[in-house]
């Protein structure tokens, strides 16, 4: 097995719009928490937290929208200064790239001091990171993350490196989450099932990530003939000025390696890019994806990769760009992909998205998607175009939901305030569920309304064996005198708006 070392960069998507570790920020992605910085999580903030949940426990959040492209145009400059010191980067994502270990760890005076020496590099060209080396890039990972900056596991020691690892590192919450209640609690216990028995239980992905946990390469490589003769090109004559007529060529490169590939039996987990540009100097770089890279995400890649090339301004690239070549560098047996019954069907609208998506990034068309969730605001999350709706069923079940009629309005952040009884005293949910006494008004700043009608509580107990993702919390309804209907939550003793009714 290949010896693989891994630069990772904690927190990429929130260093790339530009908060930094010592300040509590977060960036979101569908209205869910898709990154936070260590000052945030030191607050209570967490990945996946719904946003108001988040401010609730770090009022002071600063927030912003993700921006994949700032976070892959931003993350070139780790890329180039890697590249200083060993020539075959991959970039897996940005915030994460690898480099084989076996050549630069003999011209630097071993792994140690390899591993040493890049780390040392990216914190001088002003971006914390770690660095592990290990057999396998996802054992380098978790390498990457451990300790004080990282670690070197020997080599063929992988499986034993990875055995205290609780499964959900494996990236597949709902492979994990069934693991916990089967009392499969550790990557070692998972690794120490028998293979064709996974197989049978949990199909193709559940055999790949056992393949992870015992330490080997998630798939074999493909020795497919001919594989060179796969690579596209395209010239531009006269040279490309504009970034959007690279990236728009791109894409249709990308369809067209595609169909290759599908003719050769075979998918591409690592692809180089190469532009090369009207003085004569080029840009060239390896993306790596553990899956299939659509279109639109090689297009992504392009997109980024002019971008640090040197700034593009106003959709222009400097110098021009003359060619560009998409070479499958790393195949791998292609498992197939069901289509519909009859076929693929030809959307217009569907074509239209792909070309606006392609000139604006993935993400810049959305569409409103039905998830799981107990709160009005959970069960709707926005989804780029073209990608596949996240898990969780709408339909449940889900204890504690909120039933009908589903309330009109949700706002984008919680709406604190206090509910109230006669005395003016704030209305206390016991942990039995006992009201302290009936709500008589609902405080907003500090003007009260006379509640008229209320029903409630309604509580939720969310995650209980798990002490970081724990929630408890529990829903009233209220009417006021002015007419208006609300649902409002307590959690963690504090009050506030989850939605309004019309």
């Given at each position: 097995?290949?010896?693989?070392?891994?630069?990772?960069?904690?927190?990429?998507?929130?260093t790339?719009?530009?908060?930094?570790?010592?300040?509590?920020?977060?960036?979101?992605?569908?209205?869910?928490?898709?990154?936070?910085?260590?000052?945030?999580?030191?607050?209570?903030?967490?990945?996946?937290?719904?946003?108001?949940?988040a401010?609730?426990?770090?009022?002071?959040?600063?927030?912003?929208?993700?921006?994949?492209?700032?976070?892959?145009?931003?993350?070139?400059?780790?890329?180039?200064?890697?590249a200083?010191?060993?020539?075959k980067?991959?970039?897996?994502?940005?915030?994460?790239?690898?480099?084989?270990?076996?050549?630069?760890?003999r011209?630097?005076?071993?792994?140690?001091?390899?591993?040493?020496?890049?780390?040392?590099?990216?914190?001088?060209?002003?971006?914390?990171?770690?660095?592990?080396?290990?057999?396998g890039?996802?054992?380098?990972?978790?390498?990457?993350?451990?300790?004080?900056?990282?670690?070197?596991?020997?080599?063929?020691?992988?499986a034993?490196?990875?055995?205290?690892?609780?499964?959900?590192?494996?990236?597949?919450?709902?492979?994990?989450?069934?693991?916990?209640?089967?009392?499969?609690?550790?990557?070692?216990?998972?690794?120490?099932?028998?293979?064709?028995?996974?197989?049978?239980?949990?199909?193709?992905?559940?055999?790949?990530?056992?393949?992870?946990?015992?330490?080997?390469?998630?798939?074999?490589?493909?020795?497919?003939?001919?594989?060179a003769?796969?690579?596209?090109?395209?010239?531009?004559?006269?040279?490309?000025?504009r970034?959007?007529?690279?990236?728009?060529?791109?894409?249709?490169?990308?369809?067209?390696?595609?169909?290759?590939?599908?003719?050769?039996?075979?998918?591409?987990?690592?692809?180089?890019?190469?532009?090369?540009?009207?003085?004569?100097?080029?840009?060239?770089?390896l993306?790596?994806?553990?899956?299939?890279l659509?279109?639109?995400?090689?297009?992504?890649?392009?997109?980024?990769?002019?971008?640090?090339?040197?700034?593009?301004?106003?959709?222009?690239?400097?110098?021009?760009?003359?060619?560009?070549?998409?070479?499958?560098?790393?195949?791998?047996?292609?498992?197939?992909?069901?289509?519909?019954l009859?076929?693929?069907?030809?959307?217009?609208?569907?074509?239209?998205?792909?070309?606006?998506?392609?000139?604006?990034?993935?993400?810049?068309?959305?569409?409103?998607?039905?998830?799981?969730?107990?709160?009005?605001?959970?069960?709707v999350?926005?989804?780029?175009?073209?990608?596949?709706?996240?898990?969780g069923?709408?339909?449940?079940?889900?204890?504690?939901?909120?039933?009908?009629?589903?309330?009109?309005?949700?706002?984008?952040?919680?709406?604190?305030?206090?509910?109230?009884?006669?005395?003016?005293?704030?209305?206390v949910?016991?942990?039995?569920?006992?009201?302290?006494?009936?709500?008589?008004?609902?405080?907003?700043?500090d003007?009260?309304?006379?509640?008229?009608?209320?029903?409630?509580?309604?509580?939720?107990?969310?995650?209980?064996?798990d002490?970081?993702?724990?929630?408890?919390?529990?829903?009233?309804?209220?009417?006021?005198?002015?007419g208006?209907?609300?649902?409002?939550?307590?959690?963690?003793?504090?009050?506030?708006?989850?939605?309004?009714?019309?």
């Amino acid at each position: 097995m290949s010896r693989v070392v891994v630069v990772w960069c904690a927190d990429w998507p929130v260093t790339a719009v530009g908060v930094g570790a010592a300040t509590p920020g977060a960036v979101v992605a569908g209205g869910r928490v898709a990154a936070c910085s260590a000052a945030a999580r030191a607050e209570g903030v967490r990945r996946g937290q719904a946003l108001r949940d988040a401010q609730r426990r770090c009022p002071g959040l600063v927030v912003r929208e993700r921006d994949a492209d700032a976070e892959g145009r931003a993350f070139e400059a780790v890329v180039a200064a890697v590249a200083e010191l060993t020539p075959k980067v991959e970039v897996v994502r940005p915030g994460l790239l690898a480099v084989p270990a076996r050549g630069a760890a003999r011209f630097y005076g071993g792994e140690e001091a390899l591993r040493v020496l890049l780390q040392d590099t990216v914190v001088e060209a002003g971006f914390d990171c770690g660095a592990g080396i290990a057999d396998g890039l996802f054992a380098a990972e978790l390498a990457a993350r451990s300790g004080n900056g990282g670690t070197v596991v020997p080599e063929g020691g992988a499986a034993e490196f990875l055995a205290p690892y609780s499964p959900v590192v494996l990236g597949r919450p709902e492979l994990a989450e069934l693991l916990w209640r089967l009392g499969v609690r550790t990557l070692g216990a998972f690794a120490a099932l028998p293979a064709g028995r996974v197989a049978a239980r949990f199909g193709a992905d559940g055999a790949l990530a056992h393949r992870l946990a015992r330490g080997e390469e998630a798939r074999p490589l493909a020795a497919v003939e001919g594989a060179a003769d796969l690579a596209v090109h395209a010239v531009f004559e006269p040279p490309a000025e504009r970034a959007d007529r690279v990236v728009f060529e791109a894409k249709r490169l990308a369809g067209e390696l595609h169909a290759g590939l599908a003719a050769a039996g075979a998918a591409c987990v690592r692809l180089e890019v190469a532009v090369e540009f009207a003085d004569g100097r080029e840009s060239r770089r390896l993306w790596r994806h553990d899956g299939r890279l659509s279109a639109l995400a090689v297009a992504d890649r392009v997109r980024w990769q002019l971008s640090a090339w040197r700034p593009v301004e106003d959709g222009a690239v400097w110098g021009g760009v003359v060619r560009l070549d998409l070479v499958p560098d790393q195949l791998v047996p292609d498992t197939g992909r069901q289509e519909a019954l009859w076929g693929r069907v030809t959307d217009p609208v569907a074509r239209a998205a792909d070309r606006v998506q392609a000139l604006l990034g993935h993400r810049a068309i959305t569409r409103p998607v039905l998830t799981g969730g107990r709160g009005p605001g959970e069960q709707v999350v926005k989804v780029p175009v073209g990608d596949l709706p996240p898990s969780g069923e709408p339909d449940g079940p889900w204890p504690g939901r909120l039933g009908a009629p589903a309330p009109a309005v949700v706002p984008p952040a919680p709406l604190p305030v206090r509910l109230v009884d006669a005395a003016g005293a704030e209305v206390v949910v016991s942990a039995r569920c006992t009201v302290s006494a009936p709500p008589a008004a609902l405080v907003v700043g500090d003007a009260p309304v006379a509640v008229v009608a209320w029903a409630g509580p309604w509580p939720a107990d969310e995650r209980w064996w798990d002490p970081d993702r724990a929630r408890r919390r529990a829903r009233f309804q209220v009417v006021t005198e002015d007419g208006a209907a609300y649902l409002v939550t307590v959690e963690g003793g504090r009050w506030h708006v989850e939605a309004a009714y019309d």
